[in-house]
Structure formats: C-alpha cells, structure tokens
C-alpha cells in the first residue's frame, strides 16, 4: 500500500515539474491614429530615420526591469514579441509619418538613389523602469542635412512616465507613451526647422 502512496507521489511531483508559466509577449503600439487630414502626405518632408540605438542590455527577447539605481531584473516569462530596436524605430517613423503628414519616412537601409530632406538618428541612454513604479526613456538624437553629414539640429531628451498597475502589460504601455513623446519632439522641431 505504501508503495502505490509512493508512486502516485512521485507521478504527481514529476506532473507538477513539467508544467511551466505561459511565456507572454509584448509589442510597443502608438494607439489608434487620428483621421487623416486632406492634405496630400506627399507634399510633407522626406525623412530617413536610421535605426534606433539602444543600450546592449535592452539587446534581447526578455523584458528588463529595474529594481534601485543598481539592480537589472531579467523577466522569464515576459518577452518582446521581436526586436524590441525594430519595434522603437517602426513606432517613431510612424508616429513621425502622421505627425509630419508624409508618406515619404523610410527606415535604413534606404537606397543610394533615394533622396532624404532630412535625416534623423535616435540613441537611447536608458529605457527601463520599474513594476508600477516609473519608467524612463533618456538619450539624445540628431537631425542631419539631406545626405547626412552636416548636423543641424541635436537635442537630449529625458522622459518620465508612471506606470498604472505592477504588470508587464502596464509598463510597456508605458513605454509605448513615452516613444510618443519621444516621436512628437522630434516631429516639432523638423516642422519648426528653418534651414540658416
């Protein structure tokens, strides 16, 4: 009898090891865009916009939290559902492309026939934060010349957004605001620019 006991014992702890947590993924989404105007998207500007440089640590599928000034949280079970530099760059150019009212945004590598009247590069110092707590997007970028040379405009930026709850849904609704605000500077100051 104590060995049946036994071995129903074993079968359900060697049951309960082979079961583990769904992974869930994640994606950086704008939201839903306004109408758009009548305004011909192709009378906007050109824009090349590079892609965007993060920091190596943020380099991977799993989502990064912060805990304190010096501790990095890895998530087992929460991923990018991709390329979270990708996904950053495919955001920007979109939310460029709405504001700026232009179909002309192209992401590198573009081709050496396709002309840019601008060119924009993105580098991310931190973009992190912590479980229902605060979440950072800092760095600097550049606006160039039409072949990228010549640099005529170059901002920081340092953003900061509460996160609603403690879930990894929340904060990377968080983090999708705070590329928004990132886009939205970089899209006034290109409709703002007035070439010397």
Same mark, same amino acid.
């Given at each position: 009898?104590?060995?049946?006991?036994?071995?129903?014992?074993?079968?359900?702890?060697?049951?309960?090891?082979?079961?583990?947590? @769904?992974?869930?993924?994640?994606? +950086?989404?704008?939201?839903?865009?306004?109408?758009? %105007?009548?305004?011909? /998207?192709?009378?906007? &500007? !050109?824009?090349?916009?590079?892609?965007?440089?993060?920091?190596?640590? +943020? /380099?991977?599928?799993?989502?990064?939290?912060?805990?304190?000034?010096?501790?990095?949280?890895? $998530?087992?079970?929460?991923? =990018?559902?991709?390329?979270? @530099?990708?996904?950053?760059?495919?955001?920007? !150019?979109?939310?460029?492309?709405?504001?700026?009212?232009?179909?002309?945004?192209?992401?590198? &590598? =573009?081709?050496?026939?396709?002309?840019?009247?601008? /060119?924009?590069?993105?580098?991310?110092?931190?973009?992190?934060?912590?479980?229902?707590?605060?979440?950072?997007?800092?760095?600097?970028?550049?606006? +160039?010349?039409?072949?990228?040379?010549?640099?005529?405009?170059?901002?920081?930026? !340092?953003?900061?957004?509460?996160?609603?709850?403690?879930?990894? @849904?929340?904060?990377? $609704?968080?983090?999708?605001?705070?590329?928004? @605000?990132?886009?939205?500077?970089? !899209?006034? %100051?290109?409709? $703002?620019?007035? &070439?010397?």
């Amino acid at each position: 009898m104590s060995r049946h006991i036994f071995i129903i014992s074993l079968l359900l702890l060697l049951t309960a090891c082979g079961t583990s947590p @769904k992974t869930n993924f994640y994606i +950086l989404d704008a939201g839903p865009k306004p109408v758009a %105007t009548s305004l011909s /998207e192709s009378e906007g &500007p !050109a824009i090349g916009l590079w892609q965007v440089q993060l920091p190596d640590m +943020l /380099e991977r599928s799993q989502i990064l939290t912060r805990n304190g000034q010096f501790e990095i949280n890895v $998530a087992d079970f929460h991923w =990018w559902a991709g390329s979270l @530099k990708r996904n950053v760059t495919l955001v920007i !150019a979109s939310e460029l492309s709405q504001r700026l009212q232009t179909d002309q945004v192209v992401i590198s &590598p =573009w081709t050496y026939q396709h002309k840019n009247d601008y /060119e924009i590069k993105i580098y991310v110092e931190r973009f992190d934060g912590a479980l229902g707590g605060d979440v950072e997007l800092r760095g600097i970028w550049s606006l +160039l010349d039409s072949e990228g040379k010549k640099e005529l405009s170059s901002e920081s930026f !340092a953003f900061k957004v509460k996160a609603v709850d403690n879930t990894y @849904k929340e904060m990377v $609704a968080a983090m999708s605001q705070l590329i928004v @605000k990132l886009a939205e500077q970089v !899209a006034n %100051t290109i409709a $703002a620019y007035k &070439p010397q």
